[in-house]
Nanobody
Framework: QVQLVESGGGLVQAGGSLRLSCAAS????????MGWFRQAPGKERESVAT????????YYTDSVKGRFTISRENAKKTVYLQMNSLKPEDTAVYYC????????????????WGQGTQVTVSS
């Protein structure tokens, strides 16, 4: 059974930083594209970032460009999301997800999902 387990969320002041981690039980993790998504209260889930299997290609949603960085360590079967200069509007539950093929920011294209980790940014 595939498991994606997020960690690293918490409460931080505006302007602060957090680093999220997602540990995957995928046997062939290095062949999966990974993505981060988030869902704020009362809003639909939205994409944040995606990274190719090699880590050589990344894409970000406009609202986080220049502040967030997605990365991965295939040997540890882990993907990260470094979040800097956090804003109150970044408050959400953050999910990691996996898909087999090309990089994508489309939620419906992902096959496996974690249960999420809460990030709260106070003003």
């Amino acid at each position: 059974q595939v498991q994606l387990v997020e960690s690293g969320g918490g409460l931080v002041q505006a302007g602060g930083s957090l680093r999220l981690s997602c540990a995957a039980s995928l046997r062939t993790f290095s062949t999966y594209v990974m993505g981060w998504f988030r869902q704020a209260p009362g809003k639909e889930r939205e994409s944040v970032a995606t990274i190719s299997w090699s880590g050589g290609t990344t894409y970000y949603t406009d609202s986080v460009k220049g502040r967030f960085t997605i990365s991965r360590e295939n040997a540890k079967k882990t993907v990260y999301l470094q979040m800097n200069s956090l804003k109150p509007e970044d408050t959400a539950v953050y999910y990691c997800a996996a898909r087999k093929y090309g990089v994508s920011l489309q939620e419906y294209e992902y096959d496996y999902w974690g249960q999420g980790t809460q990030v709260t940014v106070s003003s």
